[in-house]
T-cell receptor, first 112, second 114 residues
């Protein structure tokens, strides 16, 4: 059974700071991960997909995957109040596994 | 154009009733899902269909019955509703091997059982 553990938070940062969100996972064979963002009352939306070791940057967002240590992280630079949401890391379906396995999410609040 | 659409968005019903939630996707995906998000915000998969075939059936009460008439539709019927069924139900879809198997979610159906 694949598991994705996420630091439960909640996390509060001031506007302009760096927010750091982390997940660990159980399956050494895991190849890739998603980060989803979910605003209150809305559905999850994909913001980052990382499938190789190292960093992937997209604007203010940087995803990091460390397969040796089995963790994946999301850094949000210059945090904005509009970044306030729950962030979910997820391991995508693959092979015979059709599930998208979610962590429990981290609630991020960016204070103006 | 709405990619994954589900109806109704809000549903308030009494215990013991039977209700259905419908889902349609126009993305041409071959896999569809039902996820449940409880009050603690944990997203948990319930069912998945690939090309109309049931491939994931998690530990869910028999009162929940999915039905996929074709690849673009996946409905969820719930019999004898209980208070604990109150949650947000998300339909989602993906395409095998495409786009990193990215899953796209519908807007959710807020079910309240009173």
């Amino acid at each position: 059974q694949k598991e994705v553990e996420q630091n439960s938070g909640p996390l509060s940062v001031p506007e302009g700071a760096i927010a750091s969100l982390n997940c660990t996972y159980s399956d050494r064979g895991s190849q890739s991960f998603f980060w989803y963002r979910q605003y209150s009352g809305k559905s999850p939306e994909l913001i980052m997909f990382i499938y190789s070791n190292g960093d992937k940057e997209d604007g203010r967002f940087t995803a990091q995957l460390n397969k040796a240590s089995q963790y994946v992280s999301l850094l949000i630079r210059d945090s904005q109040p509009s970044d306030s949401a729950t962030y979910l890391c997820a391991e995508p379906p693959g092979g015979s596994n059709y599930k998208l396995t979610f962590g429990k999410g981290t609630l991020l609040t960016v204070n103006p | 154009d709405t990619a994954v659409s589900q109806t109704p968005k809000y549903l308030v019903t009494q215990m013991g009733n039977d209700k259905s939630i419908k889902c349609e996707q126009n993305l041409g995906h071959d896999t569809m899902y039902w996820y449940k998000q409880d009050s603690k915000k944990f997203l948990k998969i319930m069912f998945s269909y690939n090309n109309k075939e049931l491939i994931i059936n998690e530990t869910v009460p028999n009162r929940f019955s999915p039905k996929s008439p074709d690849k673009a539709h996946l409905n969820l019927h719930i019999n004898s509703l209980e208070l604990g069924d109150s949650a947000v139900y998300f339909c989602a879809s993906s395409h095998s091997g495409a786009d990193g198997n990215t899953i796209y979610f519908g807007e959710g159906s807020w079910l309240t059982v009173v």
